[in-house]
């Protein structure tokens, strides 16, 4: 019988943190992209989503008026170093990407989600919850998109990923991709995440949270659903 190291779970990272199954193991096991009419409205190719939705397999969401359960507070790349956060619960318009960073390590580091209401955030909280009663720290955390019809090093060819970490250390801001977007195609171009260590201002902790801002790109037409998410990291 193989050793539990722990669980990975994807969330919405607004207020309601509502749970984005993985593997097909629940009823809404996507982020949906859309254009500026929301559910349903395409984003035009060239250009970035103005919508992000947490969707089924039929890319439904859960509540479909906006600022329902499902939405996510969006955020567009504007260029290599803005971010237009807008939508539920509320945006704050465009802004550079380091003064999108506003959450603290404290409450990071003992694996307590922030309050999103009313501040700037993410699309995506991570969150790594070690085995048993276990205490670690976490190194060489990193997310990506992929082809799935190929493998986890070929990047998607419909779409265009980009994010940015929203910071967490309370010190610096993640040095590897600092204040910038960062193109997340296949796994040897991740996004890198700051590691959860001493250094970085972390005790050991049971639970581990990240942050991540995403925006697609459509480079084609049609329903673009042939590449997949993936996060890997080490603990120690």
């Given at each position: 019988?193989?050793?539990?190291?722990?669980?990975?779970?994807?969330r919405?990272?607004?207020?309601?943190?509502?749970?984005?199954?993985?593997?097909?193991?629940?009823?809404?096991?996507?982020?949906?992209?859309?254009?500026?009419?929301?559910?349903?409205?395409?984003?035009?190719?060239g250009?970035?989503?103005?919508?992000?939705?947490v969707?089924?397999?039929?890319?439904?969401?859960?509540?479909?008026?906006?600022?329902?359960?499902?939405?996510?507070?969006?955020?567009?790349?504007?260029?290599?170093?803005?971010?237009?956060?807008?939508g539920a619960?509320?945006?704050?318009?465009?802004?550079?990407?380091?003064?999108a960073?506003?959450?603290?390590?404290?409450?990071?580091?003992?694996?307590?989600?922030?309050?999103?209401?009313?501040?700037?955030?993410?699309?995506?909280?991570?969150q790594?919850?070690?085995?048993?009663?276990?205490?670690?720290?976490?190194?060489?955390?990193?997310?990506?998109a992929?082809?799935?019809?190929?493998?986890?090093?070929?990047?998607?060819?419909?779409?265009?990923?980009?994010?940015?970490?929203?910071?967490?250390?309370?010190?610096?801001f993640?040095l590897?991709?600092?204040?910038?977007?960062?193109?997340?195609?296949?796994?040897?171009?991740?996004?890198?995440?700051l590691?959860h260590?001493?250094?970085?201002?972390y005790?050991?902790?049971?639970?581990?949270?990240w942050?991540?801002?995403l925006?697609?790109?459509?480079?084609?037409v049609?329903?673009?659903?042939?590449?997949?998410?993936?996060?890997?990291?080490?603990?120690?």
């Amino acid at each position: 019988m193989g050793k539990n190291f722990g669980t990975i779970r994807f969330r919405n990272a607004r207020a309601s943190g509502q749970l984005i199954s993985q593997l097909g193991s629940g009823t809404y096991d996507y982020l949906g992209f859309f254009g500026t009419g929301g559910y349903q409205s395409a984003v035009e190719i060239g250009s970035y989503q103005d919508t992000t939705i947490v969707v089924d397999s039929g890319g439904t969401p859960q509540f479909t008026p906006f600022g329902g359960l499902s939405y996510c507070t969006n955020n567009k790349f504007i260029d290599t170093t803005h971010v237009r956060i807008s939508g539920a619960p509320k945006g704050v318009g465009t802004v550079l990407i380091t003064k999108a960073n506003k959450f603290s390590a404290l409450n990071l580091a003992a694996g307590k989600a922030p309050d999103f209401i009313n501040r700037p955030s993410g699309t995506l909280l991570i969150q790594y919850t070690a085995s048993g009663v276990a205490k670690v720290n976490t190194f060489n955390a990193k997310l990506y998109a992929y082809n799935k019809n190929l493998t986890i090093v070929d990047g998607p060819t419909d779409v265009t990923l980009v994010g940015f970490e929203i910071n967490a250390s309370g010190k610096a801001f993640n040095l590897a991709h600092s204040g910038v977007w960062h193109a997340m195609q296949g796994r040897d171009n991740a996004l890198l995440f700051l590691d959860h260590s001493s250094t970085n201002g972390y005790r050991s902790a049971h639970t581990h949270l990240w942050v991540a801002s995403l925006s697609c790109k459509a480079n084609s037409v049609g329903i673009l659903n042939d590449w997949n998410i993936a996060f890997s990291m080490q603990f120690a």
